[in-house]
T-cell receptor
């Protein structure tokens, strides 16, 4: 089976930076996704990494190290609306479009 | 961006009845759609992969006769929960695969099912 681990909860202050780590042990690897999910809503796509390195997209950046089975999502200049659950998902094999999700990290932004 | 709709958004039904949930890709064609279930404070669990024009592929432990999936066109997949019971109460979310280099899945807004 696929094993994807991320912290359960994190709390940060408005304007600060938070880094959400994700480690994975999967049968293969063909891409890692980060999604944001507000309570009671469906996940929305944030980022995609398939090669090692950092992908930056506005206030959000995502990093991948395939040799370490590790990724992080970096949220900068935190806003109250960033309070949500952040899901790490791995696609294990090319041609297999299924995603395996981690349990999600609930981020709470405080004023 | 890619938009996926889901209907209904919320449904309450009596135990023993069947419920149909629709998932539509609004501005792109999706040969593959996915159905997930999410219990409170848990992550998404894949139930099945819906393939246009062919039978769905179910994950281990998911009863195909209970969760009927039909993917009749490139923009529509339906999930029917047959003879629903209270333990089927959950948040059901579909996603559609946008064929691209990233092969990103875009999610519908979800359907909250409550079986009394």
């Amino acid at each position: 089976g696929q094993n994807i681990d991320q912290p359960t909860e994190m709390t940060a202050t408005e304007g600060a930076i938070v880094q959400i780590n994700c480690t994975y042990q999967t049968s293969g690897f063909n891409g890692l996704f980060w999604y944001q999910q507000h309570a009671g809503e469906a996940p929305t796509f944030l980022s995609y990494n398939v090669l090692d390195g950092l992908e930056e997209k506005g206030r959000f950046s995502s990093f991948l190290s395939r040799s370490k089975g590790y990724s992080y999502l970096l949220l900068k200049e935190l806003q109250m609306k960033d309070s949500a659950s952040y899901l790490c998902a791995v696609r294990a094999a090319p041609g297999d479009y299924k995603l395996s999700f981690g349990a999600g990290t609930t981020v709470t932004v405080r004023a | 961006g890619a938009v996926v709709s889901q209907h209904p958004s919320r449904v309450i039904c009596k135990s023993g009845t069947s419920v149909k949930i629709e998932c539509r890709s609004l501005d792109f064609q999706a040969t593959t759609m996915f159905w997930y279930r999410q219990f409170p404070k848990q992550s998404l669990m894949l139930m099945a992969t819906s393939n246009e024009g062919s039978k769905a592929t179910y994950e281990q432990g998911v009863e195909k006769d209970k969760f009927l999936i039909n993917h009749a066109s490139l923009t529509l997949s339906t999930l029917t929960v047959t003879s629903a019971h209270p333990e089927d109460s959950s948040f059901y979310i579909c996603s559609a695969r946008l064929a691209s280099l990233q092969e990103t899945q875009y999610f519908g807004p979800g359907t909250r099912l409550l079986v009394l």
